[in-house]
């Protein structure tokens, strides 16, 4: 009898570093480049990241739980544990894209949030995981949004995420990947050096018949074409930045369309939360764009406890930014969030294993979830609470913080706060 070797090629993976070292294996260089792109030095990327390994644990030796829960709702969608998909263009990192990602998060009980820069259509993966939401930016005229709108909420979407904290910045000091105009044979014949260092990327590919898809289907006027990813891009910056009446407006038309609830994402300051509060908003994420926006801005963890503190009765708070493990899940729900959403995390299982790379990488964060639950005696991410962590002093950034009544001094605009 043949005995196999166990540790050989297991494609199961322990944890979302391993996951993202076999992206790096498998992606092409640009491509991966892509998914670990922050923007200018990287500060804002690396802080989300290492501000989670300043929070630490305080655990009990015995008097732990035998039975343990951590399911939720986000706008209404009740989910098996406190993390959903962050919505990503996942342009090129696998044939299946979006597909995937939406059947693994259905799968594993959560929730889908869909890009409008994606590469599968809101139809398709609303029909595979009927817990979606389609995410926007402020692009185009609003007309051409309410159609936009309309054509989610006919896919079933159950709820709209805006994304605004986007400002074009360009510049990143590792060199941005090259985002072909579109992927034709000139094109191939181009990046075949890169390309040709991967031959499972480009096999997984192959086997469809397919070759990576840069277009936007979600943002084809009706009966017309995809635009591609540039046409796309161009389109959006050249939308005027909206208004908070703006932002009022859009909250209102999703509203009358669906009667569906909406997020705003990538709020970082108190002001702003209150500002969401005012325009109608279901729910917030406090994040910073993965690190791919205004560089300096801090990790999104420090800003969440402020905004939690302010906004948090009124308005469900996620986060978003540096998850890779349970034990960050579990410190976010702490200061105040609701549940997170991930970016990278699940973009790197997709490029290491398809669908099931994207279970297994929700299949860490529940177990690395379960684990902290476990270890502080606790029995519910209901529990959980900033007294029960060691959190340094100056580790909160309150940004934009009203002044208080009667208070004559200008508004502060950042407050370290222990
Ligand atoms: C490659 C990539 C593409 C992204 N595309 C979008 C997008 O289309 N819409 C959006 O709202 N956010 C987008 N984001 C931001 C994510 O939704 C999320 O805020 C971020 O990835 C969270 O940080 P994390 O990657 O550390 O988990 C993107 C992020 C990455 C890494």
């Given at each position: 009898m043949k005995i196999e070797n166990p540790w050989k090629q297991n494609p199961w993976f322990e944890s979302v570093a391993v996951a993202q070292r076999r992206a790096q294996k498998r992606l092409p260089a640009p491509v991966y480049a892509a998914l670990v792109a922050g923007s200018e030095a990287g500060l804002t990327i690396g802080d989300n990241e290492a501000a989670f390994g300043e929070i630490g644990f305080a655990p009990h030796v015995a008097g732990h739980r035998a039975e343990?829960?951590?399911?939720?709702?986000?706008?209404?969608?009740?989910?098996?544990?406190?993390v959903i998909i962050s919505p990503t263009g996942v342009q090129a990192v696998h044939p299946e894209g979006e597909l995937a990602v939406a059947r693994a998060a259905a799968a594993r009980g959560t929730v889908m949030g869909l890009s409008n820069f994606a590469s599968k259509s809101v139809e398709e993966v609303a029909a595979v995981n009927p817990s979606t939401f389609f995410q926007m930016y402020w692009?185009?005229?609003?007309?051409?949004?309410?159609?936009?709108?309309?054509?989610?909420?006919?896919?079933?979407?159950?709820?709209?995420?805006?994304?605004?904290?986007?400002?074009?910045?360009?510049?990143?000091?590792?060199?941005?990947?090259?985002?072909?105009?579109?992927?034709?044979?000139?094109?191939?014949?181009?990046?075949?050096?890169?390309?040709?260092?991967?031959?499972?990327?480009?096999?997984?590919?192959?086997?469809?018949?397919?070759?990576?898809?840069?277009t936007a289907p979600n943002l084809a006027p009706p009966g017309g074409a995809a635009p591609t990813f540039f046409g796309a891009y161009y389109e959006w910056m050249t939308t005027p930045p909206p208004s908070w009446e703006d932002v009022a407006w859009m909250r209102e038309q999703w509203a009358q369309l669906?009667?569906?609830?909406?997020?705003?994402?990538?709020?970082?300051?108190?002001?702003?939360?209150?500002?969401?509060?005012?325009?109608?908003?279901?729910?917030i994420s406090v994040s910073n764009h993965g690190g791919n926006n205004l560089d300096s801005t801090p990790a999104s963890i420090r800003m969440l406890k402020p905004v939690s503190d302010a906004v948090g009765e009124q308005i469900e708070v996620l986060l978003d930014g540096g998850i890779r493990r349970g034990s960050d899940v579990v410190k976010a729900l702490a200061l105040g969030a609701r549940a997170v959403m991930i970016g990278r995390a699940y973009l790197w299982g997709l490029a290491a294993n398809g669908q099931t790379g994207v279970e297994n990488v929700l299949d860490v964060l529940r177990g690395g979830i379960d684990s902290a639950l476990l270890g502080m005696?606790?029995?519910?991410?209901?529990?959980?609470?900033?007294?029960?962590?060691?959190?340094?002093?100056?580790?909160?950034?309150?940004?934009?913080?009203?002044?208080?009544?009667?208070?004559?001094?200008a508004p502060l605009a950042v407050t370290a706060i222990s």
């Open positions: 343990r829960s951590m399911t939720t709702s986000v706008m209404g969608q009740d989910i098996s544990l406190p692009t185009g005229d609003r007309d051409v949004m309410i159609q936009r709108m309309d054509r989610a909420r006919a896919a079933g979407a159950k709820g709209l995420i805006a994304t605004l904290d986007w400002s074009f910045s360009m510049g990143r000091d590792w060199g941005s990947p090259e985002i072909p105009e579109k992927v034709d044979l000139k094109t191939m014949v181009r990046l075949a050096p890169a390309v040709a260092r991967r031959p499972r990327w480009l096999y997984e590919f192959a086997k469809t018949g397919a070759i990576p898809d840069l669906s009667g569906m609830p909406f997020m705003l994402k990538g709020v970082c300051r108190v002001d702003d939360a209150l500002r969401a509060v005012d325009a109608g908003v279901t729910a005696g606790l029995s519910s991410i209901d529990e959980l609470h900033p007294d029960l962590f060691a959190i340094p002093v100056g580790f909160h950034r309150a940004l934009g913080v009203p002044p208080a009544p009667g208070d004559t001094q």
